[in-house]
Structures are given as structure tokens and as C-alpha cells.
């Protein structure tokens, strides 16, 4: 470690907004605040620049972990097949979550057609709401992402001797179950129905006919995976446009047009409403 490197771990050092060595990757501006010759190579910090639709490829530290602290706009990370986003002026995302997940298991059970629900988590509250809802709880031992989370459903589901299954997310609390009696009504066949998200390039829900006719892989671009691994299969993939399957929420856009889409229905998952209501009320109070 040099002298300066030294006495900065030691004593400590402050850099104003301007200060620090910068340089261009990937198409973002990184300017080092924190070196790890200024840790003992404990630790680095980095102030980086992202502009709109640019980002790292994906990639993995064996070794090392990050972490990330949002100061303007939002974000959007892949961790496996899992979306995480997290964006200046998103509510706490924890009880975003716990509300979106009570509003989806209540919605379930009035779905005609809907003959059990099968909930993957490895998440205690998660799993005390999905039985105290009548849901058949399965654990989720490695947390490896969705796709292997509905895999792990899907095998519940054939061990039960189910014919088709529909895989839902937890974060679709807009969810109408006269639109998913509609999907399951439908002359039931052999194949796959995807409901793509509102921006077209992802799956927010599977409708699968039987339950192992492809394994899910969901993630990027899954629209046009779970497509292909269709016809590969030799089996029919159908669309099916389901708008209030279409909405999750991973930006603070989308934070507004589930309100928007909630407005429409009033009385519709109530827990994500009064959330979403107290998060607006909060902005308006501090804009």
C-alpha cells in the first residue's frame, strides 16, 4: 500500500463532487471515489453515469459482492431469471411485496376453474398467508429464481395429478379472476399459452397443457423463449392478451399504471391499493 493509500485508510479522506479519476465503460461515465488501494483492498466505491438503455452485459463476481444506492432515476438488475428494480421515489419494496402477494392469493380462489393453488416460496410470511388462503405451500430450498421456483411448482402439481397448470406471478396484484376464468374456459389442448407482459417481451403468466409440455425459463426476452422451446417441443403456442396479467411492477411507471388499471376496479386488491394510495399521497405532499 503507498504512503497516501496509508494514511487515507487511516485517517480518512473526503472527495467533492468533481474529484476522482473518471474514465468511460460501456457507455457509462465511472469515476472511482474509493479505491481498493485506499482499503487494503477491502472495498471500492464508484459514482457511475448510466444513460438510458445502456447497462453491463451480464456477468458474475465469484468473488465479490455489490451493492448499489440509486441517487437518481431507476435501475433494473438480473439476478438470474429474477427482475429486481429499484428506482428514486419506489415505496419500500418489502411491503410492496407482502401486499401484492395477500392481494394475488386472495384473488385466486374465486378463479372458476381454478381447482388448487400451489404457492413456491421460501419466504415465512409469504408462506403463512398462502395457507392461511387455502394454498398447498411448497418450499423453495435454494431461491434460484423464478423459473426454477415454477419448476418446483409445476412437479407439485403432477404428483397432485393436475392436467394443465397456470403459472402466475406474485406481483400481478391487478389480477381480474373473471379474465383468468375466460383463459381457463377455453377449449382445453395440448400446448402453450403465453400471457406477455405489458411491453411485449416478457411472460407474466404460462398456461401450460400438460404441466411438463416445456420447462419455464422465464427472465429476458422469455416471450420468445418459452416460444421457441414450444415449437421445439412439436407442440401449439397460443397468445393470450390478459391486460390485468400484463401489469407487475418493477418502475415507478409501473407503479402508475397499476394505479391507473386499480382506479378502474374499485375494491380490487385492496392491500396494493391503500399502499399505493399512502406512496402517491407521500410524492404529491413532497413535489
Known amino acids: 500500500m503507498s504512503t ?18 473518471a474514465f468511460w465503460l460501456l457507455g457509462m461515465l465511472q469515476t472511482i471515489k474509493i479505491g481498493r488501494d485506499d482499503t487494503a483492498g477491502r472495498y471500492g466505491l464508484l459514482e457511475i453515469v448510466v444513460p438510458e438503455g445502456v447497462g453491463s452485459p451480464w456477468h458474475v463476481h465469484p468473488e465479490e459482492d455489490e451493492w448499489f444506492y440509486v441517487l437518481d432515476g431507476a435501475l433494473t438488475f438480473w439476478v438470474g431469471d429474477s427482475r429486481l428494480s429499484d428506482a428514486v421515489g419506489m415505496p419500500d419494496r418489502r411491503a410492496l411485496a407482502e401486499a401484492m402477494v395477500g392481494d394475488v392469493l386472495d384473488a385466486l380462489p374465486s ?35 423464478q423459473s426454477a421456483a415454477a419448476l418446483i411448482g409445476v412437479r407439485a402439481a403432477l404428483e397432485a395429478g393436475a392436467q394443465r397448470v397456470l403459472l402466475v406471478p406474485g406481483d400481478c396484484p391487478a389480477l381480474d379472476p373473471g379474465e383468468i376464468a375466460g383463459l381457463l374456459a377455453r377449449p382445453a389442448r395440448a400446448g402453450v399459452v403465453i400471457v406477455p407482459d405489458r411491453h411485449g417481451a416478457g411472460t407474466n403468466a404460462l398456461l401450460l397443457s400438460p404441466p411438463d409440455v416445456i420447462e419455464p425459463s422465464f427472465g429476458p426476452g422469455s416471450f420468445a423463449r418459452h416460444a421457441a422451446r414450444a415449437h421445439a417441443a412439436g407442440t401449439k403456442v397460443r397468445v393470450a392478451e390478459i391486460r390485468s396479467l400484463g ?14 388499471a386499480l382506479a378502474s376496479r374499485p375494491g380490487a386488491a385492496p392491500r396494493t391499493r391503500a399502499l399505493l394510495a399512502r406512496m402517491l399521497s407521500a410524492a404529491t405532499a413532497t413535489g
Open 247 to 260: 401489469l407487475d411492477v418493477d418502475t415507478p411507471e409501473d407503479l402508475h399504471a397499476l394505479h391507473e
Open 111 to 145: 378463479v372458476a376453474g381454478l381447482d388448487r393453488v400451489i404457492v413456491v416460496t421460501a419466504e415465512p410470511l409469504a408462506a403463512a398467508a398462502a395457507r392461511d388462503a387455502g394454498a398447498l405451500v411448497v418450499d423453495d430450498p435454494h431461491e434460484a429464481g
Open 4 to 21: 497516501i493509500a496509508q494514511e487515507r485508510a487511516e485517517g480518512g479522506y473526503v472527495l467533492d463532487a468533481d474529484e476522482g479519476e
